[in-house]
């Protein structure tokens, strides 16, 4: 076990977490509507085709290309009608097939000419386009082969898995069971919304903060609340949390002043692996286990809660769902700033992308980056890294990660 008082820099105390994390190792058969947001258990095999059949792109008329001399106007009788759902028979020479969008291209046709090409003269159709072989036609297997692998396991759905499970006719999938966490918030001073704010109060924005990562993560929360500044309390609320959760997640008292218990309430009932991160936000992180069950505590203040839970309980919560992916992308990019304060500690501003006069995108910082100014947050569009040692002019190039990258 590590020194917990040493200070760490954010890799090491990401590679420390995530070597705690232990994927959950119960699964269950869900219905493929309910599929937002779980991660998969099993890698997806197709047992079919898809498309199933050589099939039209547009609404228009099934040729064969033999039947055009170029140079000529095509002239063909309209021998079929094939409207999706339906089954033609075999294109007889000379004549076209009326066809649908998704319909099977009959036997004999090799190209859809789409009907804003087609003037129709009685029963035939003349083509004032000459078609190549395979035009406007969806091959069978286009898409999917039968027997090939979809999914691995370990992607967590989004929408277009969902659909593509469903076009592989799978209505159940397996997945791993929710993450159950448990919540709470410590600070006396912290009041709820919809409460009146007494002199020295401040709103519980953490709570919304917190919550929305972890639904949108696709865990069960268990919201414990606001745990006042006291050892005995904040040992009282452990005790009902550890065993109904998966982890345990707090804001706030994780400092070393004398209003911060829940060092010394996790170790009460625990240990506690790792304490200082030099990063900013959010130096104060703690790691360990309530009676077996991790423990994670974030700083209280709004921006750095948010931005350790993206860099650090995120990559941690994957990995306990059984995700495959925990390496967030992030891009070098241009600066659009000077930043001649050399720091000690790895910081990340809240930042984002804006053209510059040639159109390529570069790096625009908030200016205000204090830890408690969530509408930072909430005007950046990721978080741009300043490492630590190090100035920035403009210009230089710097790591941006994205919030789609760091969220959900
Ligand atoms: P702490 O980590 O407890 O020392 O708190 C650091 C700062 O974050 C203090 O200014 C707290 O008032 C603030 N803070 C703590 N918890 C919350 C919360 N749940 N919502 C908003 N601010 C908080
Ligand atoms: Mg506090």
């Not at 959950?24 to 779980?38: K, P």
């Not at 297997?141 to 999914?151: F, K, P, R, T, Y």
Request: one cysteine or more.
């Amino acid at each position: 076990m590590s020194d917990p008082r040493k200070m760490l820099n954010a890799d090491e105390a990401l590679e420390q977490l995530l070597g705690h994390a232990r994927p959950i190792a119960e699964v269950e058969h869900i219905h493929t509507t309910h599929a937002l947001g779980r991660v998969l258990a099993q890698a997806l095999v197709s047992t079919v085709t898809v498309p199933p059949l050589d099939n039209s792109a547009m609404d228009g008329y099934a040729v064969a290309c033999a039947d055009f001399k170029p140079g000529e106007e095509a002239r063909l009788k309209v021998g079929q009608r094939i409207p999706a759902g339906s089954v033609g028979h075999a294109l007889e020479p000379g004549t076209a097939a009326r066809i649908f969008t998704g319909a099977p291209v009959p036997p004999g046709a090799d190209a859809v000419v789409m009907q804003e090409d087609c003037t129709v003269e009685g029963d035939e159709v003349i083509f004032r386009a000459m078609p190549k072989p395979g035009a406007n036609i969806r091959r069978a297997g286009e898409d999917i082969a039968a027997g090939s692998e979809v999914l691995p396991a370990g992607v967590r759905m989004r929408p277009q898995e969902m659909g593509l499970i469903a076009s592989i006719g799978l209505a159940e999938v397996l997945v791993y069971r929710k993450l159950r966490v448990a919540l709470f918030f410590t600070g006396d001073e912290i009041v709820m919304p919809g409460e009146t704010l007494e002199v020295g109060e401040i709103y519980n924005s953490n709570r919304y903060t917190l919550l929305g990562l972890l639904e949108g993560m696709g865990c069960r929360v268990a919201d414990f609340g606001i745990v006042p500044d006291s050892l005995e309390a904040t040992v009282e609320v452990l005790k009902q949390a550890w065993h109904e959760a998966d982890l345990i997640v707090t804001s706030g008292g994780v400092s070393v002043g004398e209003e911060d218990h829940v060092k010394a309430a996790v170790e009460t009932l625990g240990n506690l692996d790792m304490w200082k991160v030099a990063m900013k936000p959010g130096k104060p992180i703690a790691h360990g286990t309530v009676q077996g069950t991790p423990f994670i505590g974030l700083p209280g203040n709004p921006v750095s809660a948010f931005a350790t839970f993206c860099l650090f309980v995120r990559p941690y919560i994957l990995r306990c769902q059984g995700g495959e992916t925990v390496t967030p992308r992030s891009y070098l990019l241009p600066a659009a700033f000077d930043w001649t304060k050399v720091g000690n500690r790895r910081e990340f501003v809240r930042a984002r992308l804006e053209p510059q006069a040639d159109g390529a995108p570069a790096v625009v910082i908030y200016p205000n980056q204090g830890s408690g100014v969530l509408t930072s947050a909430v005007w950046g569009e990721g978080l741009a890294e300043i490492r630590e040692g190090t100035a920035v002019a403009r210009g230089d190039r710097i790591k941006f990660t994205p919030f789609t990258e760091l969220l959900g």
